[in-house]
């Protein structure tokens, strides 16, 4: 019975993994697309530059999830410190994407003129936190999983 949801989990892990890269392959083309067709819009720099960086952004957010994928996909086991971190790394670059924002209008308008946006990415950045503390926390019971066998 275990042999076979860990064959699941496996299995599993490899499509999401595949779907993950093929993800941060049509960000990274959609962030390339859309530099190459709007270039040319002087005015519009301050837009271009923060939808690339989203893009980009993204695709990491995208290659993340294929290493966390790729490694269940491999061992059969979700809760390695590993994925613990790759997990703050996703909570990571969402904070940075919630910072964007900001970035881009305080470079616009000034320091005295900007307001904290992003908040939804703010929230999603806490949420994949408290996600890595729960995979931490299952990582402990895994070990000691494993040493009590």
Known sequence: MINKNISIIKNSSLV?????????ISSVSAGVWYYNNTKSCENMKNILAKNIV?????AAILILAALIFFR????GRP?????????????GVFLVKAMLPTFFQLSELGILKT???GTGSIFIAVLFLFFAEIM???SLLQTESDETL
């Open 72 to 75: 269940i996909f491999r061992s």
């Open 136 to 138: 931490r926390y299952g």
């Open 79 to 91: 809760f390695t410190r590993g994925n613990v971190w790759a997990v703050r790394g996703i909570a």
């Open 115 to 117: 307001g904290v946006m």
């Open 54 to 58: 989203s893009y980009c952004l993204y």
């Open 16 to 24: 999401i993994m595949i779907l993950s890269v093929l993800g941060a």
